[in-house]
C-alpha cells in the first residue's frame, strides 16, 4: 500500500493474554472485568474440560453450559439465556473454538456480559466483534462492539489435544484471515504487518505439529499466528475468499476449517496482486502454487468433492458466490469463479493466477 495515501485504523480494545499455563490465570481475569459467577461455555466434546475449569474456579463458577454447537443456532442460545438467568450468572468464560465462541458472543449480544475467551482452535473468532447465527437454516451476521470478548486467553497447552488434521485445516483457515487482510480496500500498514507476520508463524508451526503434535515451540507459534491473523480479520474487510467459504458452508453445509484450507490457495491464484508480494516470498514465489503444495504436503485435504459437494452443485455454487456484488481486488467473473470451483472440486494445483 501507499503510506502517503493515507489510513484509518480501529484497534479493537482486547486484553491478551498469551502462554503456557497461563488457563491458570482465568480466576483473576473474571475478577478483573468484575465477575462474580461465571457460566462456563464449551461444546459436548469438551464438556469435561469446561467442567474441570469450572472446578478450578470454583464459587467464582456459576456454571457449565455445554451444548455449544457449529454457526451458533439462535434456539442454543435461547437455553444458554436460560441458563445463565437461573444460574445467576455475569459473566461467561468459553472454552473452546469458533462455536463455543460464537455463544459467548451471542450471549453477550443480548445481555451486555463481559466475556472471556480461552481460545482452543486457530480460527480466530475469539479478537473479532462479530457473530454468525443460524435460525431456520438461515445465517445472519451481526457486528458491534458488546460483541469483541474483552479478555483472550491463549495457552497453547490447551491446543495440544487438538488433532493434528484439525489443526492443518485450522492454521490454513487463519491464513486465510491474513492473506485476505493483505489486499483489503481498508488495510493499513498495522494490519499489514499483523497479517505478514501471522503467516509466516504459521508457515513455520504448521509442519512441526505434522511431525510431533506434541511441539510445544510449535504449538505456541500456530497460536501465536492464528492470534495475528484473527485480529485482521477483526479489523479489516474480507472478499473473494470469505464469500465463497460462506456460499459453500451456509448453502451446501460444508465444514467450515476444511472449506478455507481448500480453497484458499485457489482464491489466493485468482487474487494475485503486488499486495501479495511479500506473502508469495514465504511460499517460494508465486502464493497460490505455493499454498496449495504446502497444504498437501501438511497432509491437507485438497478436494471440494472429498468433502461431499457435488459435480452438480458447482454451477449453483457459482451462481451464489456472484450474486450479491462486493469489493475484491479482482473482478468477480462468473466463467472464472466456475473455473476456480471445479479446480477446487477435482483438488487440482492452481496456476499462477
Ligand atoms: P469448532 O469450534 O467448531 O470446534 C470443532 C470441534 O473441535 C469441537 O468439537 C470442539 O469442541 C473441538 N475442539 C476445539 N478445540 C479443541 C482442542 N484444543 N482439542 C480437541 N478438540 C478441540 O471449530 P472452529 O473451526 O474453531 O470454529 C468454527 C466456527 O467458528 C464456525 O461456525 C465459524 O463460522 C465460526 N467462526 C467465526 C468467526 C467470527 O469472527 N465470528 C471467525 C472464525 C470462525
Not at 489510513?7 to 482465568?26: E, H, K, Q, Y
Not at 467464582?60 to 434456539?75: C, S
Not at 450468572?89 to 450471549?107: E, M, N, P, R, Y
Not at 483489503?184 to 508463524?201: H, K, Q, W, Y
Request: glycine share 12%.
Amino acid at each position: 500500500m501507499n503510506i502517503s495515501d493515507g489510513f484509518t485504523l480501529d484497534v479493537n480494545p482486547a486484553r491478551i493474554v498469551f502462554g503456557a499455563g497461563s488457563l491458570a490465570r482465568v480466576g483473576d481475569e473474571v475478577a478483573a472485568v468484575g465477575g462474580q459467577r461465571a457460566l462456563v461455555l464449551a461444546t459436548p466434546f469438551q464438556r469435561a474440560d469446561a467442567e474441570a475449569l469450572a472446578a478450578r474456579l470454583g464459587p467464582r463458577a456459576a456454571g457449565v453450559f455445554a451444548e455449544a454447537a457449529m454457526h451458533t443456532p439462535v434456539e442454543v442460545t435461547a437455553r444458554a439465556m436460560a441458563e445463565f438467568t437461573r444460574l445467576g450468572a455475569d459473566c461467561v468464560v468459553a472454552l473452546g473454538g469458533g462455536s463455543t465462541i460464537g455463544l459467548g458472543k451471542a450471549i453477550a449480544y443480548r445481555n451486555g456480559c463481559p466475556q472471556i475467551v480461552v481460545a482452543t482452535t486457530y480460527a480466530g473468532s475469539e479478537v473479532t466483534p462479530i457473530l454468525g447465527q443460524t435460525e431456520n437454516g438461515l445465517k445472519t451476521t451481526v457486528r458491534g462492539p458488546r460483541i469483541l470478548p474483552e479478555v483472550v486467553i491463549y495457552d497453547p497447552d490447551l491446543t495440544l489435544s487438538l488433532p493434528v488434521g484439525m489443526s492443518v485445516t485450522s492454521g490454513l483457515n487463519a491464513i486465510a484471515h491474513a492473506v485476505e487482510g493483505l489486499y483489503a480496500r481498508d488495510r493499513n500498514p498495522v494490519t499489514s504487518l499483523m497479517a505478514l507476520e501471522g503467516i509466516r508463524a504459521l508457515r513455520d508451526a504448521l509442519p512441526g505439529i505434522v511431525r510431533d503434535p506434541a511441539d510445544r515451540r510449535a504449538r505456541a507459534g500456530a497460536l501465536y499466528g492464528s492470534w495475528l491473523c484473527g485480529t485482521v480479520l477483526g479489523t479489516v474487510g474480507m472478499a473473494l475468499h470469505h464469500k465463497l467459504c460462506h456460499t459453500l458452508g451456509g448453502s451446501f453445509d460444508l465444514p467450515h476449517a476444511e472449506t478455507h484450507a481448500i480453497l484458499i490457495p485457489h482464491t489466493a491464484a485468482y487474487n494475485a496482486c503486488p499486495d501479495l508480494d511479500g506473502a508469495a516470498a514465504l511460499f517460494g514465489g508465486a502464493l497460490g502454487p505455493g499454498l496449495w503444495d504446502f497444504a498437501r504436503d501438511l497432509g491437507a485435504p485438497l478436494a471440494l468433492a472429498d468433502l461431499g459437494l457435488k459435480e452438480t452443485d458447482l454451477d449453483r455454487a457459482a451462481d451464489l458466490a456472484v450474486q450479491n456484488p462486493y469489493w475484491n481486488p479482482r473482478p468477480v467473473e462468473r466463467a472464472a469463479i466456475r473455473e476456480l470451483l471445479d479446480r477446487a472440486f477435482r483438488g487440482e494445483r492452481p496456476g499462477q493466477g
